[in-house]
């Protein structure tokens, strides 16, 4: 079955600290590849998506995220956390979506809590 | 313009009954989906709505729960005598053809 793996379960970091979120799929064929974040008390948000061509992908917040296609890892970056980017954190895939109107369900990974101390 | 809403915010049953949530999608957004959000388990799919097509129903846990969306829009998700395992965050979201999900606040079902 279709999986999605976050391999952290709670991460704690300072402020100004680098952050990495791995974030690993099992589906052998394309995928959409999506971060989202929930900050306390607030809907899921989009943070940034990956459908084709540069691996490296830029979102919101200066968050970055690089698919690998050989490690089935989309893992997400950012340089300098700040205390405002404490929330939990989502890695999701949409298997098997049609080109040029991709449809379908998500399947999540179950999620990293970060804390980040001022 | 408006994004997703749920209604209620917070229900509160006894084991046995029925529930209904209601989602009310973004205009024009041709896709809806319902998952679930519980805790250690992550987000689960439980139904998805495409346009007039047949629901994809494949991530529903029993025959207790159904949903249907009337006119393309709003969408009611029922579950049937209710037990305690049904206590979860609903999630409703909706999306056009960027396939980019917009979420709504979710439902807090409780079952006592």
């Known amino acids: 079955a279709q999986s999605v793996s976050q391999h952290n379960h709670h991460v704690i970091l300072s402020e100004a600290a680098s952050l990495e979120l791995g974030c690993n799929y099992s589906?052998?064929?394309?995928?959409?590849l999506f971060w989202y974040v929930q900050y306390p008390g607030q809907h899921l948000q989009l943070l940034l998506k990956?459908?084709?061509?540069?691996?490296l992908v830029k979102g919101i917040k200066g968050f970055e995220a690089e698919f690998i296609k050989s490690k089935f890892s989309f893992n997400l970056r950012k340089p300098s956390v700040q205390w405002s980017d404490t929330a939990e954190y989502f890695c999701?895939?949409?298997?098997?979506?049609?080109?040029?109107?991709?449809?379908?369900?998500?399947?999540f990974g179950k999620g990293t809590k970060l804390s980040v101390k001022p | 313009g408006a994004g997703v809403s749920q209604s209620p915010s917070n229900k509160v049953t006894e084991k046995g009954k029925d529930v209904e949530l209601r989602c009310d999608p973004i205009?024009?957004?041709?896709?809806l989906y319902w998952y679930r959000q519980s805790l250690g388990q992550g987000l689960e799919f439980l139904i998805y709505?495409?346009?007039?097509?047949?629901?994809?129903k494949s991530g529903l846990p029993s025959d207790r729960f159904s949903a249907e969306r009337t006119g393309g829009s709003v969408s009611t998700l029922t579950i049937q005598r209710t037990q305690q395992e049904d206590s979860a965050v609903y999630l409703c979201?909706?999306?056009?053809?960027?396939?980019?999900?917009?979420f709504g606040p979710g439902t807090r079902l409780t079952v006592l």
């Open positions: 990956y459908f084709s061509g540069d691996p």
């Open positions: 979201a909706s999306s056009a053809w960027s396939n980019e999900q917009f």
């Open positions: 709505f495409q346009g007039n097509s047949a629901p994809d």
């Open positions: 205009s024009g957004h041709t896709a």
């Open positions: 999701a895939v949409n298997p098997a979506p049609n080109y040029g109107g991709s449809q379908g369900n998500l399947i």
């Open positions: 589906y052998g064929g394309t995928v959409n």
